[in-house]
Nanobody, 129 residues
Framework: QVQLVESGGGLVAPGGSLSLSCAAHVASGHISNIWIMGWYRQRPGNQREMVATIDNTGRTTYADSVKGRSRVSGDWTRRTVALQMSSLKPEDTAVYYC????????????????????WGEGTQVTVSS
């Protein structure tokens, strides 16, 4: 199956910046196609929400709350997605989740597999002085 490995996050001072990265892996196989990659977050007491996404045409989408101070980027060869955010605010405190949709992958010779959506385990980002 496909697994996502996230890195980054932690404690950041208000006004600071963060960088998150996520890589998709298939044990004993490879990924041949991805539709869209992105980041979501779940703030305390709130539902999970989209932060930023990038599709395989390079089109990006950002939540209004992070627009102008965030950048999502994807490496379609390495199957990684990164998020950079600046001017962080306490309300950016959340668990950030990597999400990749529309993954075509191959583990068994001659067999093509597809999974609609895969999520990372989440990484905590705390914005506090």
């Amino acid at each position: 199956q496909v697994q996502l490995v996230e890195s980054g996050g932690g404690l950041v001072a208000p006004g600071g910046s963060l960088s998150l990265s996520c890589a998709a892996h298939v044990a004993s196989g490879h990924i041949s196609n991805i539709w869209i990659m992105g980041w979501y977050r779940q703030r305390p007491g709130n539902q999970r929400e989209m932060v930023a996404t990038i599709d395989n045409t390079g089109r990006t989408t950002y939540a209004d709350s992070v627009k102008g101070r965030s950048r999502v980027s994807g490496d379609w060869t390495r199957r990684t997605v990164a998020l950079q955010m600046s001017s962080l605010k306490p309300e950016d405190t959340a668990v950030y989740y990597c999400n990749i949709d529309g993954i075509t992958f191959h583990q068994t010779p001659g067999v093509t597999s597809f999974v609609y959506a895969v999520w990372g385990e989440g990484t905590q980002v705390t914005v506090s002085s």
